[in-house]
């Protein structure tokens, strides 16, 4: 299971970064600041969590996707 | 039925099932392959020219692909092909799971800000719209509202009532002097409003002039009496 540290965690707010933005632009001036402080809150709150605990590794991937596909077909 | 055409190293790859069996064709300019395969499990191989360095990528599947347009991954794996061995599985294996774990997370996240960014911004608006700053609503069992009560200290507005209550900016002492009498309050506004002498007013009301001095100083005590309350 992957462990977030603390340099990955500032990677992926700098690629989250103009999403923040973006999604800021929906509110009022006044309230910018807080929506962003807000959404950095819960970003590094559901990082804690640890929303994915299982990640396949590849072997494991080509197999779900093969059963996958075979029932598709 | 022919499933696939993509290009792996400038190798093409043709992928067709048929009664259950998929059959796989490699081709290059220099090797042609063709496999064919059950459960995903057994391989054989039909016909081979020269080495093989490719094995089954499903169709379509983007992760894969993107995993694969690193070409660091894409040594792994065929050195893993040619000598599989338990430590370069897990390597290929460890290198996938932070690929795809990465995905995941940045691919969950850019829904997930949209989501918090819509949810709190309807949040903040309910609160507003729920605890408006209304100037001109009443209080409670009274007429005057938030908007009497600013002063402005710019201008000076001439105020051209009649009437004592009209001058005064302070709900208690308005209530106040709504309780006094008529006479009472005619008194103070010309003592007040009016800056005209006792003697002046006495004349105006056609009474003595102690007599307008003694309604001027119960009225005030009256106020003074009500707005200690």
Redesign the interface.
């Known amino acids: 299971m992957p462990i977030i540290n603390q340099s990955e965690i500032e990677e992926l707010f700098r690629m989250l970064e103009p999403k923040i933005k973006k999604s800021l632009l929906q509110t009022s001036q006044q309230n910018r600041q807080d929506l962003e402080q807000d959404i950095k809150v819960i970003i590094l709150t559901k990082i804690r969590q640890n929303v994915f605990k299982d990640v396949p590794g590849f072997f494991e991937f080509i197999g779900q996707e093969a059963i996958s596909s075979e029932n598709m077909s | 039925m022919v499933y696939i055409i993509f290009l792996i190293n400038r190798t093409y790859v043709f992928e067709f ?1 048929f009664r259950r069996i998929a059959f796989i064709f490699f081709t290059n300019n220099e090797h042609m392959f063709l496999f064919f395969y059950q459960n ?1 499990e057994h391989m054989f191989c039909i016909g081979l020219i020269g080495e093989v360095k490719l094995i ?1 990528f ?2 379509k ?1 983007l ?2 692909k993107k ?1 694969f347009e690193d070409p660091k991954n894409v040594e792994l794996y065929e050195l893993y092909q040619s000598n599989p061995s338990q430590e370069l ?1 897990e390597k ?7 690929y ?2 990465s995905v ?3 691919a ?3 829904k ?3 989501y ?3 949810n ?2 309807q949040k ?1 608006r309910k609160y507003q719209q729920a605890n408006q700053l209304v100037l001109n609503k009443e209080f409670d069992d009274t007429e005057v509202s938030m908007i009497d009560l600013i002063g402005d200290t710019n201008t000076e507005t001439e105020i051209s009532s009649i009437y004592l209550e009209d001058y005064v900016c302070d709900p208690k002492l308005y209530k106040a002097i709504q309780n006094l009498s008529e006479k009472q309050k005619k008194v103070l506004y010309l003592i007040f409003v009016k800056d005209l002498q006792l003697s002046e007013i006495a004349q105006i009301l056609n009474v003595s002039i102690q007599n307008v001095s003694k309604t001027k100083n119960v009225a005030i005590s009256k106020l003074k009496k009500e707005f200690a309350e």
């Open positions: 099932l995903n089954v499903k169709q599947n992760i894969l995993f599985k290929i294996d460890s290198n996938f799971r932070k795809y774990f995941r997370l940045l969950y996240f850019l997930a800000i949209h918090e960014a819509m709190l911004d903040t």
